[in-house]
């Protein structure tokens, strides 16, 4: 019983405290939007927003085919071995990014190195279309 006397108390007390503590609003702001009348267009952001999205790291990948084939076949691959692709020789490749197919384009070698020059580019109106499938 001493303790609930004691929890009482302190209840008690700190209750005491905050009703004789000044109630100071915080500073909040309310957030200014602009009117929005029927058939009126909402201005576009301002430009500078993609700035804060142009460093963002992305994968892009180069497709040149694809195969699908049971774990029984891959486990007797070896140095040599040839797997068939689902693409055609001299067929455009698919570039990817992050799983997204962008653009087609065609192998070429520049100073000993792959790359891809494209030579179709999925218009954005297309790439909507496809992620709402």
């Not at 019983?1 to 209840?11: E, H, I, K, S, Y």
């Not at 576009?44 to 180069?62: G, R």
């Not at 990817?96 to 653009?103: H, Q, Y």
């Amino acid at each position: 019983m001493a303790d609930d006397t004691l929890t009482d108390d302190a209840w008690g007390a700190a209750l005491a405290e905050q009703a004789a503590a000044p109630a100071k609003a915080p500073d909040i702001k309310p957030a200014t939007l602009g009117a929005l009348a029927p058939g009126k267009p909402m201005e576009p952001a301002p430009s500078n927003d993609i700035d804060l999205i142009l460093d963002i790291p992305v994968n892009l990948t180069v497709e040149l085919g694809r195969t699908r084939i049971p774990i029984r076949h891959i486990l007797q691959l070896a140095q040599g071995s040839v797997i068939e692709l689902d693409g055609l020789a001299g067929e455009p490749m698919d570039v990817l990014v992050n799983g997204c197919l962008i653009a087609q384009g065609e192998v070429v070698v520049v100073n000993d190195k792959f790359g891809i020059r494209l030579t179709d580019i999925v218009t954005p109106s297309e790439r909507l279309r496809k992620l709402k499938r």
